[in-house]
Structure formats: C-alpha cells, structure tokens
C-alpha cells in the first residue's frame, strides 16, 4: 500500500477509530516522555472551531492522522498568526509510504487556503522518525513558542508558506 492508494479527507477526532488511533499515539508518547512533557490535544479540543482534523485511510482502514489549529499571532511570532501541526501519527505497519508527507501537504494547503503563511509544531527530541519527516518536509528549527516550555525534550519547527 503506498500514499498513493490512501485517501487524506477530513474527520471528526471522534470518530471511533480516530479516537483508537490517538489512543495507540497517547501511548506511544507516555512510553518516551513523563506526562508533564506530553502537550496533547485531547478529542474535545480537537473539536473545536479552529482545528481542521485529516486522516489517511485506505480500504476503509485509518492509516494516520494529523491536525493543524489555527492560532493568532504572539510575540514569539512576531505578531504573525500560525498554523500549529499537532497530532501527526502514522500506524507502524503504513509507515515508509509517504502518508505523513501527505498528510502534512493538506494541513498546509488548509494553512494557504486560511491565508497563514506559517506553520510551527512541537515534537520531542526522541521521536528522531518525527524530526526527520519534518525536516524532509521543508521545516527549520526554532526557538519554542506558545507557552511551550524549553525543557531540552521538547523540539520546534518552522516552516515559512509560499
């Protein structure tokens, strides 16, 4: 199965198999970090208004998922408002496909289409697949941003939209 048989379409974070989806990154990230270095979104927060949810699926099997929430600017930012991508995960048996990158090019393009030219997100240092795939994406490191604390597990991204 590649990321070209997957289709990436929008659904509601709660969604039973979207809710089983989190439930197996929510474990994975417990396994790596202490709780208080985990900044997820739970279901209820990914419901709301300024969060555009997406999901990969193929056959009628959720493969990944991702989020993008739409936030005003801060001093961190310049002033600018962003784009946080949050919630990215791609089960390990759909992993080396190419369904993250697309999942991270819709998340863009929702971006693009709310007229936000940038996009942050937050990940930890151990997740070096994570890192990687942003990095291949187009993303930069830089300095933590909206209330995130530098606590040296924590790693942060740009990447400026044309």
């Known amino acids: 199965m590649v990321a070209d048989a997957a289709l990436i379409r929008r659904e509601r974070p709660d969604h039973p198999q979207v809710v089983a989806l ?17 900044h997820i979104m739970d279901v209820q927060a990914l419901l709301a208004s300024e969060v555009h949810f997406f999901v990969a699926e193929s056959g009628g099997q959720l493969l990944g998922c991702g989020a993008v929430r739409c936030m005003p600017g801060e001093p961190a930012t310049g002033g600018r408002p962003y784009g946080e991508i949050k919630r990215m995960m791609t089960l390990p ?3 080396g496909q190419g369904l993250a990158a697309a999942l991270m090019q819709q998340l863009e393009a929702v971006l693009r289409e709310q007229g936000i030219t940038l996009a942050l997100l937050e990940t930890g240092e151990e997740q070096q697949a994570a890192v990687r795939l942003y990095q291949r994406c ?19 991204f740009e990447k400026h939209l044309p």
Not at 138 to 156: E, I, K, Q, T
């Open 93 to 95: 048996a759909a992993r």
């Open 138 to 156: 187009g993303y930069v490191r830089r300095p933590a941003y909206g209330g995130y604390p530098d606590n040296g597990l924590s790693v942060f």
């Open 22 to 38: 989190l439930a197996e990154l929510d474990q994975y990230l417990a396994s790596l970090y202490p709780p208080e270095a985990n």
